[in-house]
């Protein structure tokens, strides 16, 4: 479900909030594939199905940084703030990889926000985003995303 804010001043009120989970999807080999190849990242635990079945993980899984990038398009699911002239990737403060993103698997973001203050010419919220891998007691990725938000 979306939370949705009128406008950016609107944030504060949702500090210590949880804005739920998005919908599971799947992580596929073609996506596996296709960052890869993209990001020059073609290790075998990625992308050679065959050879990782005897790996450590008894198959391929997803670049770290490939479960990373699912943050920001799954933030934008859970927060929409009207009166916004731009949203703005500010960076990360912390990320890990607790688990293996197995390929085949389903994977959801749930966040909360950390905090928000007002910076010059911006809102900047703080959230602690975690990716979900369904079936698994770890997460595939914690992350504390910062975005701007300018009227």
């Not at 739920?20 to 960052?35: H, K, L, M, R």
């Not at 008894?58 to 929409?80: D, M, N, Q, W």
């Not at 990737?89 to 293996?100: I, S």
Request: one cysteine or more.
């Amino acid at each position: 479900m979306t939370t949705v804010i009128d406008s950016p001043d609107g944030l504060v009120a949702l500090v210590g909030s949880s804005l739920g989970a998005t919908p599971w999807q799947t992580i596929s080999q073609e996506d596996v594939n296709t960052f890869g190849a993209v990001t020059g990242d073609e290790q075998w635990i990625h992308v050679d199905s065959e050879r990782a079945q005897a790996g450590p993980f008894g198959g391929t899984i997803a670049h770290g940084y490939l479960t990373l990038s699912l943050v920001g398009p799954l933030f934008a699911e859970l927060l929409r703030v009207r009166e916004v002239s731009m949203v703005v990737n500010y960076g990360l403060e912390k990320v890990r990889f607790p688990a293996p993103v197995p390929v085949g698997k389903q994977v959801r973001l749930t966040a909360s926000v950390a905090e928000v203050t007002e910076i010059k010419g911006a809102i900047q919220l703080v959230a602690d985003a975690i990716i979900e891998v369904e079936g698994s007691t770890k997460p595939g990725c914690v992350a504390r995303a910062v975005y701007r938000f300018f009227p």
